[in-house]
């Protein structure tokens, strides 16, 4: 081999190496911060599926996204305040990347995407929630409530978070009520972010605390319990119920009304004496 071959492929084994390591720490960052909400290629989470994003946007463009979706949206970007406003309005935290990073990430998603338009993907996860019963659910708002602690300590939900429920008396406001949250994303979505928070103060509270896996499907299961409620019974039941409740006191005063307007006496005290009076003066 001629030293000017040599040369070469040591270079083009060199761009291979460096394009695989970049597309690790892509595939390491995208699996620590990303997976929460999205998937390339297995539907739609949290956040709309990343499949072939690279086509779809600009590279500047997703670099500035991804780096503060909040900026580009704040910017009056159209683009970006169409997916915001088609994503329920749930803001996509920031991420403390650099330009270099956020390619990484780019590229592990092109390569994923490659992938599973070769039929190499493996097929949608299961549901965690498949198997599970009421019991769960009971364990999942024991857990929730903080009646039931954690196996590494760690909050309680319902210090900063509040439900719906009349089951518990609620509870923190510190941040969002929770009762949709699993309609909004459906259990990969919230499992994801009970598991793996992406919201700076949550995750504070779970760092050195982590939940068991058990814990994670207990507490999904109980917060798609809540907004199965909300949405099926929790909210005609209650209108009923205030309705029939302003019935009974309408009634009843109504009866008490009539009562008193019966027993009252007939004429005034003053006619009395008044023909008292004119009695005794004729
Ligand atoms: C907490 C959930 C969450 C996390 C974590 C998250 N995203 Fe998002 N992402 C969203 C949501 C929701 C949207 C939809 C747009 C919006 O609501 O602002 C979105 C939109 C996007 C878009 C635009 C997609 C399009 O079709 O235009 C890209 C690209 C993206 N995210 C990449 C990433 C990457 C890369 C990461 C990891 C570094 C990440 N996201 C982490 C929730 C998240
Ligand atoms: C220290 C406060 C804190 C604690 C404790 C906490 N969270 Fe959160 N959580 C947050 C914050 C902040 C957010 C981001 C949304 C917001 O700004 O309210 C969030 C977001 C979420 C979301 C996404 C909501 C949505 O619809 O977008 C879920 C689900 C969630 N938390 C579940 C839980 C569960 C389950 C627990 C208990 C294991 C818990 N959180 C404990 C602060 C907390």
New binding site residues.
């Given amino acids: 081999m001629k030293k000017g071959q040599m040369k070469t492929v040591l270079l083009i084994v060199g761009i291979f190496l460096f394009s695989t390591i970049k597309a690790d720490e892509g595939e390491q960052?995208?699996k620590k911060?990303?997976t929460?909400?999205?998937t390339i290629g297995k539907g739609r989470l949290?956040?709309?599926d990343?499949l072939n994003?690279n086509e779809?946007?600009s590279q500047d463009w997703?670099i500035a996204?991804?780096q503060s979706?909040t900026q580009l949206i704040e910017s009056g970007d159209k683009?970006a305040q169409a997916?915001?406003e088609e994503?329920n309005r749930?803001?996509?935290?920031d991420?403390p990347y650099t330009d270099a990073q956020v390619i990484a990430?780019l590229n592990y998603i092109r390569q994923q995407s490659k992938a599973a338009a070769g039929g190499e993907q493996s097929a949608p996860v299961e549901d965690i929630l498949s198997g599970t019963t009421s019991e769960n659910i009971n364990t999942g708002m024991n857990l929730f409530t903080g009646k039931q602690k954690f196996k590494n300590g760690g909050s309680t939900c319902i210090s900063c978070h509040n439900v719906q429920d009349e089951r518990i008396f609620s509870s923190g406001t510190l941040a969002l009520d929770l009762s949709q949250s699993y309609a909004n994303m459906g259990s990969a979505g919230v499992s994801a972010?009970i598991a793996n928070p992406?919201f700076p103060v949550m995750n504070m509270a779970f760092k050195n605390h982590p939940l068991t896996s058990e814990e994670v499907v207990n507490l999904t299961a109980y917060l798609k319990s809540v907004s199965d409620k909300r949405v099926h019974q929790a909210s005609a039941d209650f209108s009923l119920y205030f309705v029939l409740a302003g019935l009974f006191v309408f009634i009843s005063m109504m009866l008490i009304i009539l009562v008193l307007y019966f027993d009252r006496k007939r004429l005034a005290v003053n006619h009395e004496i008044f023909k008292r009076q004119t009695k005794v003066v004729n």
């Fill in positions: 960052l995208f911060t990303c929460a909400c999205h949290v956040g709309p990343l994003i779809k946007q997703l996204f991804i979706s683009d997916i915001y994503y749930i803001l996509m935290p991420n990430i972010i992406p």
